[in-house]
T-cell receptor
């Protein structure tokens, strides 16, 4: 049981490049979410999903896309990277909204 | 809509002293409240949560929190700090009918020898 896995752990992009951050869970959780963590700002919700085929926006969705084709996977796409997207990104999953969220180890992204 | 405020971005306590980390929430419906801890270069892990029932909630590593509706608070306490408690602590809120978790800005706890 691997829990929540994220790849890559580190990534450096140039402004305008695109990339996908991968997230997978093997706990059969319905709820998955993406957060970004910036100093002094805590974790801010980017997008979330309540099940395969269902996604919705969080607090800071601009510049990011998601899809959920399977229960296990919830990739986050940066369409055209900007320096303001330099951050640490965490993926999390849980059975439902009132349940414990399990977090991945994070991806540290730098956009030059 | 829900929101959460953590008072004090940095808290220092001596080893063996009481730990008190403050969290106040705002919610128009009964909230679900959580405390998570983050150790350096790691993801977050759950300390404790309140959904319904008993308002005094006990968590891992000797931490507990009390849900006080009249004060809209969910403060985290531990009677005696240990060096291993040094970490960043986040309060979070959500509620039935929403799928959005809102996290506070975090409190970094330093434990002094």
């Amino acid at each position: 049981n691997a829990g929540v896995t994220q790849t890559p752990k580190f990534q450096v992009l140039k402004t305008g490049q695109s990339m996908t951050l991968q997230c997978a869970q093997d706990m059969n959780h319905e709820y998955m979410s993406w957060y970004r963590q910036d100093p002094g700002m805590g974790l801010r919700l980017i997008h979330y999903s309540v099940g395969a085929g269902i996604t919705d926006q969080g607090e800071v969705p601009n510049g990011y896309n998601v899809s959920r084709s399977t229960t296990e996977d919830f990739p986050l796409r940066l369409l055209s990277a900007a320096p303001s997207q330099t951050s640490v990104y965490f993926c999390a999953s849980s059975m439902g909204v009132r349940d414990t969220q399990y977090f991945g180890p994070g991806t540290r992204l730098t956009v030059l | 809509a829900q929101s959460v405020t953590q008072l004090g971005s940095h808290v220092s306590v001596s080893e063996g002293a009481l730990v008190l980390l403050r969290c106040n929430y705002s919610s128009s419906v009964p909230p679900y409240l959580f405390w998570y801890v983050q150790y350096p270069n790691q993801g977050l892990q759950l300390l404790l949560k309140y959904t319904t029932g008993a308002t005094l909630v006990k968590g891992i590593n000797g931490f507990e929190a009390e849900f006080k509706k009249s004060e809209t608070s969910f403060h985290l306490t531990k009677p005696s700090a240990h060096m291993s408690d040094a970490a960043e602590y986040f309060c979070a809120v959500t509620a039935s009918g929403t799928y959005k978790y809102i996290f506070g800005t975090g409190t970094r706890l330093k434990v002094l020898a």
